[in-house]
C-alpha cells in the first residue's frame, strides 16, 4: 500500500497470484536506500506492491532438505556452551538433525532475558555407527535477536535491514576435506537481525513537491486477512521523534551527492508535528512541509543545486 500525501490520494494495489521471478524466497535483493529515486528511496525489487510469498519454494525446500537430511553428515564442533559427556567430542561426525525447532527466550517482568537450560540428545557417528549422549546448554540470550531502530543515523544511507557479521561464524571446510571452501561450518551466536524503524518520507526541492510517501513494515499470510502495520502504538507517552535530513545536490551533469546528513531527535509525542524549514541566512525561514510522528523514523530528502539553502532545521509545533 502507498499512499501520496501531497496529492491526498491512496492507491491500493491488489494481491497477484502470480509468482516473482527468484525462485527461492531468499533471493530477492533490497536496494538500501540513498539518491537511486528521491521518490522512492526504499525499493524492493521482484517484490513489488500485493506480492507475497504464500509459502517456501522447490529451491527453498530442497537446500533445507540436503542441510538438514540424516544422510548428510559433516564434522562439526558443538559450541563452546554445550555440556555433554565426552569433551573429545567437541569436534566430532554429525549427521543432519532433520528438523528445527525454535524457542522464544523467556524474560522476567523487567523484560530482561532470562537464563534457559535447553537439555537435548545429541546424534554422533562412532566407528561409523550411530550413536547418542545426552547434552545440555545454557541459553542466556537469545541465538537470534528480531529488533527495531533506527539503521540510518550517520551513515550515507538507510538499510532497511542489517544483520551482524560473519566474523564470528566457524568454517569448516578444511575439517570436511573441502580446503579453501566456503564450508560447511557454524553460524555461531549471537546473531541480531535489526529492521529500519520505516517510515514517511518527505521530498522538497528542486523537483516540487513537497511530496510524502508513507512508508512502512507490515505482515500477513492471507488476502482475507487485514495486515498488521508497524509501528503498533500501544501509548501516547513516546516523546521523541526521530527526522533525518539529506540534502542532494545536482552537479548539472544529471549527477548528484549527497552535501548533508543530519538526524534530529525532537521532544514530540507520538501524533504531534515539526515543521520543516530552510533558510539562506539563518534569519529568514521557510517552511516547506510539515511532518507528523508515527513512531518511526521520518526522511527528509531536500534536493537542490549550489545555489540551494544551505541551513536546515525542524521545529516543534
Known sequence: MESSASMNLMFTTTLSP????????????????????????????????????????????????????????????SLPDVRIPSPRRKGTWRPGIEKIAFVRQPTDLHHRFRSLRYRYTDFYLKNNVLASEAAERDVRQPDFLFCAADTGENSQDTPLVLRTGTGNWLNLAAANGNTNGEGPG????????????????????AQGGPYSYNYGWGSFNDPNQIPVLYPVITSSNSSEFTIRLRFWIQDGSGGSSQATNGTW????????????????????????????????????????NTNSPTYFRAVPQ
Open 186 to 205: 557454524i553460524i555461531r551466536p549471537p546473531i541480531k537481525i535489526t529492521f529500519h524503524k520505516l517510515g514517511p518520507c518527505i521530498v522538497t526541492g
Open 265 to 304: 531527535h525532537l521532544p514530540i509525542s507520538i501524533g504531534g508535528q515539526a515543521s520543516l524549514q530552510i533558510s539562506t541566512n539563518q534569519t529568514d525561514w521557510q517552511t516547506v512541509a510539515t511532518a507528523t510522528n508515527t513512531g518511526s523514523v521520518t526522511e527528509w530528502y531536500h534536493d537542490g
Open 18 to 77: 502470480i509468482p516473482p521471478n527468484p525462485s527461492a524466497v531468499a533471493e530477492f535483493p533490497i536496494y538500501w536506500g540513498g539518491y537511486y529515486s528521491l521518490y522512492y528511496p526504499y525499493r524492493f525489487y521482484d517484490l513489488a506492491s500485493g506480492c507475497f510469498y504464500t509459502g517456501l519454494t522447490a529451491d527453498d525446500v530442497g537446500g533445507l532438505r540436503y542441510q538438514l537430511a540424516a544422510d548428510n553428515v559433516n564434522f562439526e564442533q
